[in-house]
């Protein structure tokens, strides 16, 4: 089981800013898609935004304009710049890459990283 590492979650006031990390294991190499989801208490995981190809970029319609999905591929990290959060981006946020592994689109996750915006 691959496992992702992510980084960078906290305690933030409403408006502020964090940015989560997350390292990808060299031995995942390709790649499909890399993103973060996140779940709330009592409510489903959801897409917060997607990159492929290193440059095409997909956000749920409550991030647009606030976050910004990024990667390096250099370093096979991927981040998620969040700006003027607000108390409805509490929850756990998981990384997410989705690889082709023999023929086959595979899922890799991280653990999460707990994001508490306090108002």
């Known amino acids: 089981q691959v496992q992702l590492v992510e980084s960078g979650g906290g305690l933030v006031q409403v408006g502020g800013s964090l940015t989560l990390s997350c390292a990808v294991p060299r031995s995942i190499t390709s790649i499909n898609t890399m993103g973060w989801y996140r779940q709330a208490p009592g409510k489903q995981r959801e897409l917060v935004a997607r990159i492929s190809n290193g440059d095409n970029t997909q956000y749920a319609r409550s991030v647009k304009g606030r976050f910004t999905i990024s990667s390096d591929n250099a370093n096979n990290t991927v981040y998620l710049q969040m700006n003027s959060l607000r108390p409805e981006d509490t929850g756990v946020y998981y990384c997410?890459?989705?690889?082709?592994?023999?023929?086959?689109?595979?899922?890799?996750w991280g653990q999460g990283t707990q994001v508490t915006v306090s108002s």
């Open positions: 997410n890459v989705a690889y082709w592994n023999s023929f086959n689109i595979r899922d890799a």
